[in-house]
């Protein structure tokens, strides 16, 4: 049934993208650097997209207070942050304020951890990641005073149940994948030239685990997660995507390297 109806989404994205439907507009993505597990040999890598005259973020990393302090986590890995999302952008030349839409994979504090410093974009974030976070007393790893605009300024936002046609035409689709959290987001862009590119979240969180087809060390349920193993790599297959897995270092080069887009 996923299956299914994934083929029917993928049926609308092409009449979409079809001829005589309205010119769609040119995507691009980057590759961002927002931080360091060091000792674990991990990244945390967030993606810039912009979609004709809109920018998005997908995730937005560790936090700045690492900037110059880095930290030693329970687990005893060192994790750092070498330079803010802000910085980052601003050698592109785009301001904070430009960013018009934050699309989060999940709640975990390595990936919101930024989201802040864009206070007037547009949020997506997976429904059931959104009441874990604004529960009356939220479990202690997580960390809702990251999303703070959202959740006590009024900022914009919008709750996610299933999937996501970001712009409305195909191009960057948020996939539903639960199971590492309850509201869990993968994120099919296609780009032009480069093709189809599967981002995934923490659904995969290394190449090893991705191949063996592991449980992540964090995960809320099993059998969901077991789901969605199959799902992503059903539609991966289906779209002959790219897939980049956002904590693995060696997935870095499938990219350009920043400041250099793919499209």
């Given at each position: 049934?996923?299956?299914?109806?994934?083929?029917?989404?993928?049926?609308?994205?092409?009449?979409?993208?079809?001829?005589?439907?309205?010119?769609?507009?040119?995507?691009?993505?980057?590759?961002?650097?927002?931080g360091t597990f060091v000792?674990?040999?991990?990244?945390?890598?967030?993606?810039?997209?912009?979609?004709?005259?809109?920018?998005?973020?997908?995730?937005?990393?560790?936090?700045?207070?690492?900037?110059?302090?880095?930290?030693?986590?329970?687990?005893?890995?060192?994790?750092?942050?070498?330079?803010?999302?802000?910085?980052?952008?601003?050698?592109?030349?785009?301001?904070?304020?430009?960013?018009?839409?934050?699309?989060?994979?999940?709640?975990?504090?390595d990936h919101i951890s930024?989201?802040?410093s864009f206070p007037h974009?547009?949020?997506?974030?997976?429904?059931?990641?959104?009441?874990?976070?604004?529960?009356?007393?939220?479990?202690?790893?997580?960390?809702?005073?990251?999303?703070?605009?959202?959740?006590?300024?009024?900022?914009?936002?919008?709750?996610?149940?299933?999937?996501?046609?970001?712009?409305?035409?195909?191009?960057?689709?948020?996939?539903?994948?639960?199971?590492?959290?309850?509201?869990?987001?993968?994120?099919?862009?296609?780009?032009?030239?480069?093709?189809?590119?599967?981002?995934?979240?923490?659904?995969?969180?290394?190449?090893?685990?991705?191949?063996?087809?592991?449980?992540?060390?964090?995960?809320?349920?099993?059998?969901?997660?077991?789901?969605?193993?199959?799902?992503?790599?059903?539609?991966?297959?289906?779209?002959?995507?790219?897939?980049?897995?956002?904590?693995?270092?060696?997935?870095?080069?499938?990219?350009?390297?920043?400041?250099?887009?793919?499209?």
């Amino acid at each position: 049934m996923r299956h299914m109806r994934w083929r029917t989404t993928l049926l609308a994205a092409a009449l979409v993208l079809g001829i005589g439907a309205a010119p769609v507009p040119e995507i691009t993505l980057w590759r961002m650097d927002c931080g360091t597990f060091v000792t674990k040999g991990l990244t945390d890598s967030c993606y810039l997209i912009r979609h004709g005259r809109q920018l998005m973020l997908w995730d937005t990393g560790l936090g700045t207070e690492l900037i110059g302090h880095p930290k030693t986590d329970a687990a005893g890995s060192v994790i750092l942050v070498t330079e803010s999302l802000v910085a980052e952008l601003a050698r592109i030349g785009i301001k904070p304020d430009q960013i018009d839409i934050v699309a989060l994979s999940h709640m975990h504090g390595d990936h919101i951890s930024q989201a802040a410093s864009f206070p007037h974009a547009k949020l997506l974030i997976g429904r059931q990641d959104w009441e874990a976070l604004t529960a009356t007393t939220p479990a202690p790893h997580l960390e809702p005073d990251r999303l703070a605009p959202w959740i006590k300024g009024g900022a914009p936002k919008e709750l996610i149940d299933g999937d996501k046609d970001v712009f409305g035409d195909g191009t960057v689709m948020m996939i539903a994948t639960p199971g590492h959290t309850a509201g869990h987001h993968a994120l099919l862009v296609r780009l032009k030239k480069l093709g189809p590119v599967m981002l995934t979240g923490d659904l995969y969180n290394a190449t090893e685990q991705y191949r063996q087809k592991l449980m992540p060390k964090h995960n809320a349920d099993t059998d969901q997660t077991r789901a969605s193993f199959k799902r992503f790599d059903e539609i991966a297959s289906a779209e002959k995507a790219l897939v980049i897995i956002q904590h693995e270092r060696n997935d870095i080069a499938k990219l350009p390297l920043f400041p250099q887009p793919a499209n």
